[in-house]
């Protein structure tokens, strides 16, 4: 354990303020993340450095396919999450009790460098903004040998926090799980706004790519996914989007998303978005290509990907693509 960043006290009563639920918390009670905890009027952090996985994956796994494509990154996550989605594909460590395995930053950082080819740290597999004390201390050791940071989050945390990460974090991919306040009410127990506050602070300093997981009837309107991808251009129109096609998973029986469903939402998207991906369905055409002049910029099989360019611009039309290689 480690005492907990971002909270006040009221006598032995704790509220935190680490992300937007700001649980007011007396002793010995945890917060909705299920990882911070009231001891005796004092916050502590549980999950400090405990790790549940930790795996050396390709980078566009996570997924991020204009960051140091084909690259691999050491990917670690440990326990918690503050949203409550229904179809959590990762809830086993998200809100069960798994086994951990502790690892200090400084340990994590060496493994990271003994990594043959990696690029840095992707923080995943639960949300890592409320594993902030450990991603926080172990992001500045990371820059210091010269390693990426990387975020794979659901944006729920609170602006200050936020900003106090982001100088040490290279890249994220985000997830806006639908754009609705009622969709996240009732699906995830959360709220939208806060998501797309934290897309506007890290679009303004860091690469940033998004991810919408697509459900049939639940978030597949058309003019519901035209009108977040409006909002996204109205931040960048280069970032990077990418539709997951759902699969029943956790308390969510519904049957997998239709084809032609994705279909139909890639086609809404790619009304104002430049970079549009199709997730979890298999043989699809993930290339990246130029929005100018079609030129294929990085072919992709599965999880492998080769450059076609020289990172900056399409040698076809010369025209500037957004991508860090």
Same mark, same amino acid.
């Given at each position: 354990?480690?005492?907990?960043?971002?909270?006040?006290?009221?006598?032995?009563?704790?509220?935190?303020?680490?992300?937007?639920?700001?649980?007011?918390?007396?002793?010995?009670?945890?917060?909705?993340?299920?990882?911070?905890?009231?001891?005796?009027?004092?916050?502590? *952090?549980?999950?400090?450095?405990?790790?549940? /996985?930790?795996?050396?994956?390709?980078?566009?796994?996570?997924?991020?396919?204009?960051?140091?494509?084909?690259?691999?990154?050491?990917?670690?996550?440990?326990?918690?999450?503050?949203?409550?989605?229904?179809?959590?594909?990762?809830?086993?460590?998200?809100?069960?009790? $798994?086994?951990?395995?502790? &690892?200090? $930053?400084?340990?994590?950082?060496?493994?990271?460098?003994?990594?043959?080819?990696?690029?840095?740290?992707?923080?995943?597999?639960?949300?890592?903004?409320?594993?902030?004390?450990?991603?926080?201390?172990?992001?500045?050791? /990371?820059?210091?040998?010269?390693?990426?940071?990387?975020?794979?989050?659901?944006?729920?945390?609170?602006?200050?926090?936020?900003?106090?990460?982001?100088?040490?974090?290279?890249?994220?991919?985000?997830?806006?799980?639908?754009?609705?306040?009622?969709?996240?009410? *009732?699906?995830?127990?959360?709220?939208?706004?806060? &998501?797309?506050?934290?897309?506007?602070?890290?679009?303004?300093?860091?690469? &940033?790519?998004?991810?919408?997981?697509?459900?049939?009837?639940?978030?597949?309107?058309?003019?519901?996914?035209?009108?977040?991808?409006?909002?996204?251009?109205?931040?960048?129109?280069?970032?990077?989007?990418?539709?997951?096609?759902?699969? $029943?998973?956790?308390?969510?029986?519904?049957?997998?998303?239709?084809?032609?469903?994705? /279909?139909?939402?890639?086609?809404?998207?790619?009304?104002?978005?430049?970079?549009?991906?199709?997730?979890?369905?298999?043989?699809?055409?993930?290339?990246?290509?130029?929005?100018?002049?079609?030129?294929?910029?990085?072919?992709?099989?599965?999880?492998?990907?080769?450059?076609?360019?020289?990172?900056?611009?399409?040698?076809?039309?010369?025209? $500037?693509?957004?991508?860090?290689?």
């Amino acid at each position: 354990m480690k005492e907990a960043m971002y909270y006040t006290r009221d006598g032995d009563t704790v509220r935190c303020f680490l992300c937007p639920h700001a649980c007011v918390l007396k002793p010995e009670q945890t917060g909705r993340c299920s990882v911070r905890r009231n001891k005796g009027g004092v916050l502590y *952090s549980l999950n400090y450095g405990e790790i549940t /996985a930790c795996n050396v994956d390709p980078i566009e796994k996570k997924p991020l396919y204009h960051f140091y494509p084909g690259r691999p990154i050491l990917s670690v996550g440990s326990f918690g999450c503050n949203l409550k989605c229904g179809f959590c594909q990762n809830h086993a460590i998200a809100h069960g009790t $798994p086994g951990t395995v502790f &690892v200090s $930053p400084g340990d994590l950082v060496s493994r990271a460098m003994s990594v043959r080819d990696n690029i840095g740290i992707a923080y995943t597999y639960n949300e890592p903004s409320i594993w902030y004390e450990y991603v926080l201390d172990t992001a500045r050791l /990371a820059r210091e040998r010269v390693l990426k940071n990387v975020l794979v989050t659901n944006g729920y945390i609170g602006i200050k926090a936020l900003e106090q990460l982001l100088p040490f974090i290279d890249a994220l991919n985000i997830d806006i799980k639908a754009f609705s306040d009622d969709y996240y009410g *009732s699906i995830c127990s959360g709220r939208l706004s806060p &998501v797309l506050d934290t897309v506007k602070a890290a679009a303004g300093c860091c690469h &940033v790519e998004v991810t919408t997981l697509v459900v049939d009837e639940l978030n597949s309107d058309t003019g519901q996914l035209e009108s977040l991808a409006e909002w996204i251009a109205g931040v960048d129109k280069h970032i990077p989007i990418h539709l997951s096609r759902y699969y $029943p998973a956790y308390q969510m029986d519904r049957p997998p998303t239709r084809l032609d469903t994705m /279909a139909a939402a890639k086609e809404a998207v790619k009304k104002h978005l430049e970079y549009v991906y199709i997730g979890n369905v298999a043989g699809v055409d993930n290339n990246t290509y130029c929005p100018a002049c079609d030129a294929k910029l990085v072919e992709r099989r599965g999880h492998a990907a080769r450059l076609l360019f020289d990172g900056k611009k399409c040698g076809d039309c010369g025209k $500037p693509i957004s991508m860090v290689v």
